[in-house]
C-alpha cells in the first residue's frame, strides 16, 4: 500500500545533469540567495557589512532585486513595509554585531505587527560560537539571545548544508499565523567558503493553516445569533488574513456595529452604517462597547491602545479570536479562539443565524455625533483640516505610512484608509523614523502606486539618510514633514504632566534644502496649499519632499477621569 506521504519527487535528467556538475565559483552565499530564490522571493533589502559579503557577493550571481539601504534599521522597516504589503516574507539581509543590532528596533515592530521578515545575518567564524571570545571583529558571546525575545523563531547555522534547511524552516515560520519577522545567522567562514553542494532548485514551503476549534465556533455562532446589542472589534489580524470581506458579510448578517483598532484600519468601510470607525481613544466609544451583551473581537489583544489605555471594561460576554495564542484573553475573560480571523470568521459565517436590528444604525449614527461633538468643542479646525488636506490628496488605492507624530496620533483616529492593508504606523512598537523607510519598501512592491510617509521633524531625522536610497532607485514616495520645532507630542505630554518640557526642542536643517542637496524635489507649503501641493508632489514620477511648519495639537484624551 502506497501512503501520499512515501511519494518522493524523481529529479529530471537536467535536474540530475545540474545536481553532479554544480557551476565552478559559488561559494556558501550562494546557498543562501539560490535558497531564497527557490522559495519565490524576488527582492532583498540590506546592508553588507565584512562579515556578510560572502552574501553579497553571491548576489551579482543571482536574480534577486537588492535595494540597499543607509541604515540597518530602516533597512528592517523597509522590509517590514514590504512584508505588509505583498504578504510574503521579505528577505532581510545584515552583518553581525553592530549592523544586526541596529535593526532589533524594526524588527521589534514587524513582531507586533505580524509583519513576515526573514533576516539573515552574518555571524564570527564558526570557532568564535558559544562564547569561545576570540576577539573577533563584532564578536558577541550570544548574538542570537538579543533576537530571542524579538523574533519568532532563530536558526543558527554551522555548515553550508544546513542552509537550505534553515532558510526554508525560517521562511515557514515568518509566514505561519501569526506572520512575524524570524532569524537566521550563518558564520562568515561558511558564507566564504567554496561549495560543492548542488545549486538548490526547490524550496517549496507549506505554512500550516489555523483553523479554529468546531465546537468553540458553534458556542461563538450561538451567542451571537442570540446577542441583543452585538459588537466586533476588528483589530490587525483582519487586515493580515486578507478578511476584510468576510468581516463585512458577518457584520451585516448580525447588524453589529464595528470599530477598527488603529492596526486594523481599512478592515471596516469607513462610511458604512455600521461603522463606529477607529475613535477607541473616545469615552464615547468605549461606554459603547462596554454596552455590548456580545463584544466580538477579531485579530486584536485589546492592548493599550485598542483598549483606551486600559479603561475598558466589558460587562457583557466577550469572545475573542486571535491567532498569537499569548494574547488570548490576556486582558479580559473571553471565550478564547486560537485561530487565523479568516478562518473563523469563516467558520461564523456558515453558522451564525441572521439578526434584524433597524436600530443599530442609529446607536452608531449617535455614537459619532458625540465624538464629532467633543471634538468640535476643543477648537483644532488646524488639524483636522490638515488630515482632509492629506486625505484629499492621497488617491484612494495608494497606501500611507505613517511616523510617530502628532498628525499621524490623528490619523488612526479620525483618518479613512478607504482599504484594507493601506494605512500602516509604526503603533505596534511605538519607535521612531518609521514613516519614510518603510513607505520605500512598499514603493519596492508595487511602484505602480505612488506612496505617502508622513513624519515629524524629529522621526524625519530618524531616516534622513534613506532620501539617498529614494534617489538610487528612483522610487515613487512622497514624505510629508510636518516641522514643528521638537518632539511635539512629548512636548504636550510633558508640558501636561509636569507645566513645561525638558529635552523636545530640536534645531532642524533645511528640510527642503536638504532634500535638493539628495536630487529630492522639495517644497515648503501651508495648510492652505497643502492639499494641492501634496497632489502635485504624489503624482509627479520619483521621490519628492513636503514640508510643512506647523504646531498641531492633540485633542483632549478621555482616559484620565
Given amino acids: 500500500m502506497t501512503h501520499d506521504h512515501d511519494l518522493v519527487l524523481r529529479p529530471t535528467a537536467a535536474q540530475t545533469e545540474a545536481a553532479l556538475n554544480p557551476p565552478p565559483g559559488r561559494n556558501g552565499g550562494d546557498l543562501v540567495v ?11 533589502f540590506g546592508l553588507p557589512g565584512q562579515h556578510a559579503l560572502g552574501m553579497f557577493d553571491a548576489l551579482r550571481r543571482s536574480d534577486l532585486r537588492y535595494i540597499g539601504l543607509r541604515v540597518e534599521n530602516n533597512a528592517g522597516f523597509a522590509a517590514d513595509a514590504y512584508g505588509r504589503v505583498t504578504g510574503e516574507a521579505a528577505p532581510l539581509l545584515l552583518s553581525t554585531g553592530p549592523g544586526a543590532l541596529t535593526s532589533l528596533a524594526a524588527l521589534q ?11 539573515i545575518s552574518s555571524q564570527v567564524p564558526t570557532a568564535g560560537l558559544g562564547g569561545g ?15 530571542r525575545g524579538v523574533v519568532k523563531s532563530v536558526h543558527t547555522v554551522r555548515t553550508q548544508s544546513q542552509i537550505p534547511s534553515a532558510i526554508a524552516e525560517a521562511w515557514t515560520s515568518a509566514l505561519t499565523v501569526p506572520h512575524g519577522p524570524v532569524w537566521v545567522e550563518i558564520p562568515q567562514d561558511v558564507l566564504l567558503a567554496e561549495t560543492q553542494i548542488p545549486v538548490v532548485t526547490g ?23 442570540r446577542a441583543e446589542r452585538p459588537a466586533i472589534v476588528a483589530g490587525g489580524g483582519v487586515v493580515r488574513a486578507d478578511a476584510a470581506k468576510k468581516l463585512r458579510q458577518l457584520a451585516e448578517r448580525l447588524q453589529a456595529p464595528v470599530v477598527t483598532t488603529f492596526g486594523g484600519k481599512g478592515a471596516f468601510p469607513w462610511t458604512h452604517p455600521l461603522s463606529l470607525q477607529s475613535w477607541l481613544e473616545d469615552r464615547h466609544t468605549t461606554d459603547f462597547l462596554e454596552d455590548a451583551d456580545v463584544l466580538l473581537v477579531v485579530g486584536s489583544g485589546l492592548g493599550e491602545l485598542s483598549s483606551n489605555y486600559h479603561t475598558f471594561k466589558p460587562r457583557g460576554r466577550v469572545i475573542q479570536i486571535e491567532a498569537d495564542l499569548g494574547k488570548l484573553e490576556s486582558n479580559h ?10 478562518l473563523a470568521l469563516q467558520a461564523l459565517l456558515e453558522t451564525v443565524g441572521e439578526r434584524t436590528d433597524p436600530s443599530a444604525p442609529e446607536r452608531v449614527r449617535a455614537v459619532l455625533d458625540k465624538v464629532r461633538d467633543r471634538i468640535a468643542a476643543q477648537e483644532l479646525t488646524l488639524e483636522q483640516d490638515v488630515l482632509a488636506a492629506v486625505r484629499e490628496a492621497l488617491p484612494p488605492g495608494a497606501p500611507s505610512f505613517w511616523d510617530m507624530t502628532i498628525l499621524a496620533y490623528w490619523a488612526w483616529s479620525a483618518f479613512d484608509a478607504k482599504a484594507p492593508n493601506t494605512m500602516h504606523s509604526a503603533q505596534g ?30 522621526g524625519a531625522l530618524y531616516s534622513v539618510a534613506e532620501l539617498a536610497t529614494a534617489r538610487q532607485y528612483d522610487l515613487n514616495v512622497t514624505w510629508l514633514i510636518v516641522d514643528d520645532g521638537g518632539y511635539g507630542i512629548l512636548r504636550e505630554y510633558m508640558t501636561d504632566a509636569f507645566g513645561a518640557p525638558t529635552a523636545t526642542e530640536l534645531t532642524r536643517p533645511d528640510f527642503v534644502a536638504l532634500a535638493e542637496s539628495f536630487g529630492v ?13 501634496l497632489a502635485k508632489a504624489l503624482a509627479a514620477p520619483g521621490p519628492s519632499v513636503v514640508v510643512l511648519p506647523a504646531v498641531l495639537r492633540m485633542f483632549a484624551p478621555t482616559h484620565l477621569g
Avoid at 515592530?109 to 521578515?117: D, I, M, N, Q
Avoid at 524635489?521 to 501641493?533: C, E, F, I, K, M
Wanted: aromatic fraction near 4%.
Fill in 429 to 458: 512598537a511605538g519607535g521612531l523614523g518609521y514613516g519614510f523607510p518603510a513607505a520605500l519598501g512598499a514603493a519596492v512592491a508595487d511602484p505602480t502606486n505612488p506612496v505617502l510617509a508622513v513624519s515629524g521633524d524629529g
Fill in 133 to 147: 571570545r576570540h576577539g573577533y571583529l563584532h564578536e558577541l558571546p550570544d548574538q542570537a539571545a538579543s533576537f
Fill in 333 to 342: 475573560p473571553a471565550l478564547g479562539i486560537h485561530a487565523d480571523a479568516r
Fill in 109 to 119: 515592530e514587524a513582531r507586533a505587527a505580524s509583519a513576515p521578515v526573514l533576516a
Fill in 203 to 225: 524550496g517549496d514551503t507549506f505554512p500550516e493553516e489555523l483553523p479554529p476549534r468546531p465546537e468553540l465556533s458553534a458556542v461563538a455562532a450561538d451567542l451571537l445569533s
Fill in 34 to 44: 539560490e535558497s531564497l530564490a527557490g522559495l519565490g522571493a524576488t527582492t532583498v
Fill in 521 to 533: 524635489p522639495g517644497v515648503r507649503t501651508s495648510p492652505q496649499t497643502l492639499a494641492a501641493d
